[in-house]
């Protein structure tokens, strides 16, 4: 799991921050998801938008895990990363006609649609080719994820997926485009959910839905709901690997699927979190009248997601005396980095071993919606990378 020690020794050499990846983590995580998804016959879609490492994505598609992607570019990488055309999904509400024509010249399994105009638009442009499109509707289900308002995208006032009171304009669409074929319906409500009840809601909605196509003589093939799995950032050592066995469970005790029909699934956090850190250096401590700041050489340009979402992640001193869990003296820490903006803080009064400048400092939990939402802002150095020697046996 997290080797202190082992990380604390690839490091000491290393420029900072940089993103460290336990590659032995990943590994059995995959492992696990696998086997509790295969268990039930389900098939995983991985989110490259949650970290597109290509490391990480070898790993992953050696795994035997589709490829769930957001844009053009990310279906180039999973082809050119080998994953099979065929275990490719695109999702999106504003696919451009150019990423629509590349995804079907390279004939992927599934176009999960978003809107009725895009129905049209996909349909024109298959035509154009001369062949047919396969696609899945994307169904607004009006379900609370209970999550964080920014990642909530089942519910009416998202601009996710098609409205149910539009199915049957949706319907006549698809009854109208001959280069279209309907293969099932796609559902994503939201990301970081850990109530598991949220699913069951979900798998009520999806069951509502597959018989109102039933009804309508629509033999679909698949049911895609989507992903969302949360994580424990809160212990990231007591839950390194998510419950994937009650998740599944969850799906294959409550959905009902009509004969021959396939489940989809579309996982990105729970699959590549808790293989990440980002390490950093404590630049300076500024000790102030109200506050002391611990002011690293990270900072929101290389993880984003506490400022833009207040998002907890576990903050460890990781060398030191007594390391991060001795019975050095603590003290309480605004943990910020070196952007100009106050909102640039990874924590607030943060109970931190007392740290001094060259102290190595790890974020925990930061491998999804880590590195892949970086940003150059302050010109910032390109992100760095480190990895855990690669699990033995396993090809990247
Ligand atoms: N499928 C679709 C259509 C999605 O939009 C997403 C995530 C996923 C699957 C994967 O969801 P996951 O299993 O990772 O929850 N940047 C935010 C998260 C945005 C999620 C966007 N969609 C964060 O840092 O929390």
Redesign the pocket.
């Known amino acids: 799991m997290f080797d202190r020690k082992q990380l604390i020794e690839a490091i000491s050499h290393q420029e900072t921050p940089v993103y460290y990846y336990d590659l032995l983590l990943l590994q059995q995580t995959l492992d696990a998801a696998k086997q509790a998804a295969d268990k039930h016959g389900f098939h995983v879609h991985y989110?490259l938008?949650?970290n597109f490492n290509e490391r990480i994505l070898s790993l992953i598609r050696n795994a035997g895990f589709g490829a769930?992607c957001?844009s053009g570019n990310e279906v180039k990488k999973a082809i050119e990363i080998g994953f099979r055309p065929n275990d490719i999904v695109f999702?999106g509400v504003g696919k451009s006609d150019r990423e629509i024509r590349e995804a079907l010249n390279h004939d992927i399994f599934a176009f999960?649609v978003e809107s009725i105009a895009e129905l049209t638009v996909i349909n024109t442009l298959a035509a154009a080719q001369g062949i047919k499109a396969r696609v899945a509707l994307r169904i607004n289900p009006n379900v609370d994820a209970q999550t964080h308002q920014y990642?909530t995208?089942g519910l009416d006032e998202n601009k996710f997926g098609i409205a149910h009171w539009q199915l049957g304009e949706a319907v006549e669409t698809l009854g109208q485009s001959e280069h279209l074929e309907l293969i099932g319906i796609h559902f994503?409500i939201g990301?970081?959910i850990t109530d598991l009840n949220v699913f069951k809601s979900l798998c009520v909605k999806v069951n509502e839905l597959n018989n109102w196509f039933d009804e309508r003589g629509f033999r679909l093939q698949v049911l895609n709901v989507?992903?969302?799995?949360g994580v424990d950032y809160h212990q990231p050592d007591l839950h390194p690997i998510p419950d994937f066995q009650s998740y599944f469970s969850v799906f294959a005790d409550f959905l009902e699927r009509k004969p021959g029909q396939e489940v989809h699934f579309?996982?990105?956090?729970?699959l590549v979190s808790q293989c990440g850190s980002l390490i950093s250096r404590v630049l300076y401590v500024k000790n102030g009248i109200k506050k002391n700041f611990l002011i690293l050489d990270a900072g929101m340009t290389e993880l984003m997601?506490p400022a833009l979402?207040q998002?907890y992640h576990q903050i460890e001193k990781l060398d030191g005396d007594a390391g991060a869990q001795g019975d050095a003296e603590q003290l309480r820490y605004d943990v910020v980095g070196p952007i100009c903006e106050s909102s640039d803080c990874f924590g607030k009064e943060v109970l931190l071993p007392k740290c001094e400048r060259g102290d190595l400092i790890a974020i925990r939990t930061a491998g999804?919606?880590g590195e892949v939402?970086a940003s150059r802002y302050n010109l910032r150095e390109e992100i760095r990378y480190l990895y855990s020697p690669t699990p033995v046996g396993v090809d990247t």
């Open positions: 989110a938008k949650a769930d957001v999702a999960n990642i995208t994503h990301s970081q989507g992903g969302g799995l579309e996982l990105g956090r729970a997601r979402y998002a999804a919606y939402m």
